[in-house]
């Protein structure tokens, strides 16, 4: 924190130098001598000596200068005047020229003073465009306004107007004073310059696989959060989001899953730093309810200049054993040269539930309750009193009578189509109403953002700072994600040999969550199965020994629990950059990145968790914290040989050390639920106290060599050897190589002369990238609290953890071998574009915990086993439809394939339960795909006895049993054996899709804009855990969709479920019926906008826009969403839906204002 506070006052001193240095603006036309000579008086602080009846000859004079030094202005002010000038100290004496001789040489020539307005095509005003004169040093830039005036010699003059992404014009002045232009924008992005791993290079100079994606387009559909962003947008990069909560994060992978026993998140790397997502821990209360804190929803989406994605070896070598998942480049705005600019913008938006799942209303639900009932009878042989919603009145019978005062009536079906009092002849009254709970725990949420910056620069500086509010509104109730972010990024030239420069932010989230994701008393199972016979208030305690594990209201949950996560972040990285000659420059850079999270639960009496009369309310409260500090210098040489040879290289070294720790603590049986988890110390029960802590070092050695021969052949290599403290001594350091070669084919005369190409580059390139996400100490015994006996008794002490496992010092880096070949193509001067990558890569030393034989005394063991092979194509397409006329149209496109196979496995594993009571769903075959889901295969219902009695394991059951198997579904028989085993099981789905892709329009017309983004993802399969609850033998309710299918004996020959089930416990298998098509196509978001071009004085530009997200999904999937992922970054268990937090629709209007 000093060293940040250090660093502002630095960054501030040197901001203050340079306002001391009293640099000149100023702006006049036409202007006698005299009077200019007088404001620069005023504004410097010089005395000027002339003789004020000479000083009348002088040539009136015009200026545009910003910040420039007074002896620039004088030269520019006496340029064609007929005197000259002598600086001595704080004085300036000036006098005539010496006209010794009367000839044409010494004839002052009156100058031209050309002026006019620059504009784009839609006549907008540009500020900043550089207007030469061709041939000479002579230039000014155009005001805010758009507005210019330059003095040239004579007629002969030839103006060049010159603007980042628009073509160069150039004009002869001749006869003219003034001169308005319309500049056109650039169709070519080949000069646009990508961010690379420690460096930057130009698109045309690009030898490597890297996707870019610019701050304005990552914008589009204003997303929350960087990874909401990027979903759809480049090819190769896979987004999952996790679920549908406020500020959740989202599952990224980049070519493929390269494993399936660490973490397959990519490395996140901002403003040179990496920052690695991943490593910040899960926050735990200890109440059973685990919620991960995302690290990436703290940074402020609008601050974020460009995002680049380092996909092959050749670009992700140079980041070591953290590249093998790729590497996601963030560059944050910074100010640019100009008049300060001051920009803010808000949006709010409405949310509602995206897609409803129907359960079966209160008439259909006691029909379906007391079907089950009937065929309890039926077909279990069970004799009931009565059904469970009968139509008339019980009243409770205590000795020896009934209590004919204490009725209550028991409602039929019918009644609840008609809800109301109900009166009996006693004056007992009872309420039959019902609840959608679904309507009862959901809401229409209210979200809002609202940004402010000022940010501007000139030659020696620049600076950008940004604030950030937002919150966002859950559609479940009392869920919601807040944010306050700040940015604060500035940079300074010292002299012309060093630059100094502070990026720092901070941000501060709070979330409060729902519980989702789970089986344990999930809001959402809750709001799905909780009986819709009864009302909103409905305590638990007095029916749970009727509902049993299905006692949690949704609707009381909703309302009493609390859920809350606050997190703080503070990334900060200084730099000093020395300038040694005009091509080396040596770089020290330090990035301090520290985060910490508290999380407080609690459960009262009327939740599931903290239910009466057993547990009494449950609390928790944990904290985490994570510090890590990097270091690194760089030396970059920048050389052009002429004009055949340029080489671009940078050597160096990096540390980085990260610490973290956490705490947590529980406990049960309050007196009251008054003081919710702020006052643990009154429990009557104190639960466990659990703590931990870590740390780890990195250190680094890398270079990287870019070499251009003619500008047509393009070569690079890097090289990185990593060490890291995660491993033994002889597995601790790795070398990580790569390298790449490009041919510009369109610089050949040959392709040139065919007229077809505006570009063509071919691209290869090869090498190694590495892992290391492992647990800190793996490779070391860990111990754990035992009790041994000793001296007759039983003593604590210290042990090896069984559960941690052995150590095993032969641990080393998963390595990633990865091969690419790419080719880049424009036409019609880049009005089409493509960019086409066919990969290979392959993991091998798999890190992964395994299973180990009870006689080994250990549970699981870490080791280094399998490989893992992603093989794709991607295609990124670029359309510039209408580029002339008032309307613009620009189309953005991609699509990739990947597939996915795991091999070098002794034996079949299996990935992690999805819930305690299944079976292991994912397998591990060489083979197959990660993903890859195992279970049995249906094969219809038993539609009567004949049927059952045909399987050779009922042929001589009882009758009974004969009974009990009617409308129940039949599994496939896969061998020999005529039980249905496990040997039956089989591959039944794969949760990776053939293809995903997305396509984005713009159109503009006059100063109205329009875009929309299609994404859509092929062929993959999802795992609906949702659904076992509607088999299970239970009296929850079901999906209305399922109730239709039913089995009954007049619907056999079309059911797909089978018969309403009630007492009978069935036999429930992971099968064919839990594996549903996640294929979807989504019209994700629609803008329209219209600009106001200097609407007021002061005002630049005024922006409406209307945003719709989420508005149109095409797809087969029977829940809330197919883009679900419950089990986040686990790439063992991708692609899983078990009662996720639902999607919503959100429709925005925002306003965006620049001065």
């Not at 030839?158 to 056109?184: C, D, H, M, P, Y």
């Not at 920052?275 to 690290?295: K, V, W, Y």
């Amino acid at each position: 924190m000093k060293l940040t506070v250090v660093l502002w006052i630095t960054a501030l001193l040197q901001v203050g130098a340079a306002t001391y240095a009293q640099k000149v603006s100023l702006s006049v036309k036409n202007v006698p001598l005299d009077l200019v000579l007088d404001k620069l008086g005023k504004q410097t602080g010089y005395n000027f000596l002339y003789n004020s009846t000479t000083i009348k000859k002088g040539v009136p004079v015009s200026l545009n200068v910003k910040d420039e030094t007074l002896t620039d202005v004088l030269m520019q002010c006496f340029k064609y005047q007929p005197f000259t000038y002598i600086i001595n100290g704080n004085t300036v004496v000036i006098r005539e020229k010496d006209n010794t001789a009367e000839t044409s040489s010494n004839i002052v020539v009156a100058p031209i003073v050309i002026s006019g307005l620059i504009t784009d095509a839609r006549g907008v005003p540009l500020p900043g465009v550089n207007v030469r004169e061709k041939g000479t040093t002579n230039g000014v830039t155009s005001d805010p306004n758009g507005r210019y005036s330059i003095t040239v010699d004579n007629a002969n003059a030839v103006l060049v107007f010159s603007f980042i992404g628009f073509t160069t014009q150039e004009l002869a002045v001749g006869e003219r004073t003034q001169i308005n232009v319309t500049l056109k924008e650039q169709v070519s992005n080949l000069e646009d310059v990508v961010v690379i791993g420690y460096g930057s290079v130009k698109k045309r100079d690009l030898t490597g696989a890297v996707g870019q994606l610019k701050g304005e387009d990552l914008m589009k559909g204003n997303p929350i959060s960087l990874s909401q962003g990027l979903q759809g947008k480049l090819a190769g990069v896979s987004v999952n989001q996790n679920d549908g909560a406020p500020g959740a994060g989202v599952s990224i992978q980049i070519r493929g899953a390269n494993s399936y026993g660490t973490n397959t998140q990519p490395l996140y790397v901002i403003d040179g730093i990496p920052f690695d997502a991943a490593s910040t821990p899960t926050n735990d209360a200890t109440s059973g309810n685990n919620q991960t804190f995302n690290p990436l929803a703290l940074i402020n989406p609008s601050d974020i200049e460009s995002v680049e994605i380092l996909k092959d070896a050749s670009a992700t070598a140079i980041y070591g054993s953290r590249g093998a998942n790729g590497v996601v480049l963030v560059t944050t705005k910074k100010g640019k040269a100009g008049e300060t600019k001051v920009q803010f913008s808000t949006n709010t938006s409405v949310s509602m539930l995206g897609k409803r799942v129907e359960v079966l209303d209160p008439y259909n639900y006691s029909n379906y309750v007391n079907e089950g009932y009937n065929n309890g009878v039926l077909y279990n042989g069970y004799t009931f009193y009565q059904l469970p919603y009968p139509g008339q009145w019980s009243y409770p019978y205590a000795n020896n009578q009934f209590q004919y005062d204490a009725g209550v009536y028991q409602p039929a079906p019918e009644d609840f189509l008609k809800p109301g009092i109900r009166t009996d002849e006693y004056g007992n009254s009872t309420d039959v109403e019902g609840s959608n709970w679904l309507d009862l725990i959901t809401r229409t949420a209210i979200s809002q953002d609202y940004n402010l910056s000022v940010s501007g620069g000139g030659d020696h500086g620049f600076y950008s700072i940004s604030g950030n509010y937002a919150k966002q509104e859950g559609i479940i109730k009392r869920t919601d994600f807040e944010r306050y972010a700040l940015r604060a990024n500035v940079g300074q030239k010292v002299g012309n040999w060093l630059e100094i420069g502070l990026n720092t932010s901070f941000g501060r989230t709070v979330s409060n969550f729902a519980k989702t994701n789970s089986f344990d008393y999930g809001i959402i199972r809750s709001a799905l199965i909780f009986p819709t016979t009864f009302a909103p208030q409905t305590d638990i305690t007095q029916i749970s020994n009727e509902l049993g594990w299905l006692s949690a209201n949704p609707y009381l949950y909703v309302m009493t629990a609390k859920d809350n996560l606050a997190a703080i972040s503070s990334f900060s990285s200084a730099y000093g950059e020395v300038k040694l000659t005009d091509w080396l420059k040596f770089r020290q850079n330090l990035g301090i990145n520290y985060s910490a999270n508290n999380r407080g639960t609690y459960y009262n009496s009327l939740t599931g968790e903290g239910q009466a009369p057993t547990i009494n309310g449950r609390a928790g409260q944990s904290d985490d914290w994570y510090t890590r500090i990097v270091t690194e210098s760089l030396l970059t040489f920048n050389k052009d040989f002429g004009r055949i040879h340029s080489l671009n290289a940078v050597l160096g070294f990096t540390h980085e050390s990260a610490n973290y720790g956490n705490k947590a603590m529980s406990a049960t049986n309050f007196p009251d639920d008054l003081t919710y988890d702020y006052d643990m110390g009154k429990a009557l029960n104190p639960g466990k106290l659990v703590s931990g802590r870590g740390a780890s070092e990195l250190v680094s050695f890398l270079a990287r060599a870019n070499y251009t021969l003619n500008d047509k052949y393009l070569f690079t290599a890097s090289f990185r050897r990593d060490g890291s403290s995660k491993f033994a001594t002889k597995n601790k350091f790795a070398n990580f190589v790569s390298g790449a070669i490009a041919w510009r084919a369109s610089e050949e005369k040959f392709i040139k002369n065919l007229n077809v190409f505006s570009d063509l580059k071919f691209r290869l390139s090869a090498g190694k990238t590495g892992n290391q996400a492992i647990a800190e100490y793996a490779t070391l015994p860990q111990l754990a609290s035992a009790n041994y006996p000793i001296g007759g008794s039983l003593q604590s002490g210290m042990a090896e953890s069984t559960y941690n496992g052995p150590a095993n010092p032969n641990l080393k880096w998963e390595t990633t071998t990865q091969y690419d070949a790419g080719v880049d193509m424009g036409f019609l001067n880049n009005r089409i574009s493509f960019v086409i990558d066919y990969y290979s890569k392959k993991t091998t030393d798999l890190l992964q915990s395994i299973k180990t034989p009870l006689s080994t005394g250990f549970q699981q063991m870490t080791i280094n086993h399998g490989w893992v092979k992603n093989e794709g194509l991607e295609i990124t397409g670029k359309f510039q439809a209408l580029v002339t006329g008032p309307l613009k149209w620009s189309i953005d496109a991609n699509i990739s394939f990947n597939r996915n196979t795991i091999g070098g496995l002794d034996n079949d594993q299996f990935a992690s339960r999805l819930w305690n009571a299944a079976d292991y769903v994912f397998i591990q075959r060489n083979g197959m795909p990660i993903g890859a889901i195992y279970g049995y295969v249906e094969d219809g219902y038993y539609d009567n006895e004949a049927e059952v009695r045909s399987n050779p394991v009922y042929a001589n059951a009882s009758d009974a049993i004969i009974k009990q198997k009617i409308g129940e579904v039949k599994y496939l028989n896969l061998d020999d054996d005529p039980n249905i085993t496990d040997a039956d099981r089989t591959i039944i789905g794969n949760t990776n899709p053939d293809f995903i892709a997305g396509i984005t329009n713009n159109f503009n017309y006059k100063n109205f804009n329009l875009s929309f983004f299609i994404q859509g993802v092929y062929g993959n399969d999802i795992f609906n855990g949702n659904l076992s609850d509607v088999t299970l033998n239970s009296i929850g309710n079901i999906p209305a969709f399922a109730y239709a299918g039913r089995w009954t004996p007049d619907t056999k020959a079309t059911a797909t479920w089978p018969k309403v089930n009630n007492g009978y416990t069935r036999e429930w298998l992971i099968s064919n019926r839990y594996i549903e098509d996640g294929s979807y196509v989504r019209l994700k978001s629609v803008t329209f906008g219209y600009d106001f071009n200097k609407p007021f004085k002061g005002v630049q530009t005024i922006s409406l826009f209307a945003t719709g997200t989420n508005l149109l999904t095409l797809t087969k999937y029977d829940w809330f969403d197919p883009d679900v992922n419950s089990f986040g970054g686990d790439a063992s268990r991708r692609g899983v839906d078990i009662h996720a937090y639902p999607s919503s629709r959100t429709f925005s209007l925002g306003a965006r204002v620049s001065f």
